[in-house]
């Protein structure tokens, strides 16, 4: 199975920039699908950006243009640059990967937070 690890959650000032990583491991043969959602309390788990085995990316519209998602294939890595944060960016943070083995398989990590706060 494939286990995923996310870090680079922390307490920043609005306007302040994070760079959340996740790391895959275990038994991997190939990484579809990657992409990063968050929750915040009270609230449903939402997507954030997603970024394809072929670098295709697609944002959610209230982080268009300050976050920026990014992968390394070999490595099995992947990243979000959050810049000029708002408050409203508070939550925890996950990671979600696919892979194909037989059939579709979706992967989680545990979350990191992130607080945006003055």
């Known amino acids: 199975q494939v286990q995923l690890a996310e870090s680079g959650g922390g307490l920043v000032q609005p306007g302040g920039s994070l760079r959340l990583s996740c790391v895959a491991s275990?038994?991997?043969?190939?990484?579809?699908?990657m992409g990063w959602y968050r929750q915040a309390p009270g609230k449903q788990r939402e997507m954030v950006a997603t970024i394809t085995s072929f670098l295709r990316t697609n944002y959610a519209d209230s982080v268009k243009g300050r976050f920026t998602i990014s992968r390394d294939n070999a490595k099995n890595t992947m990243s979000l640059q959050m810049n000029s944060l708002k408050p409203e960016d508070t939550a925890v943070y996950y990671c979600?990967?696919?892979?194909?083995?037989?059939?579709?398989?979706?992967?989680w990590g545990q979350g990191t937070q992130v607080t945006v706060s003055s």
């Open positions: 979600r990967a696919e892979t194909l083995p037989l059939v579709i398989m979706v992967y």
């Open positions: 275990g038994i991997i043969f190939s990484i579809n699908n």
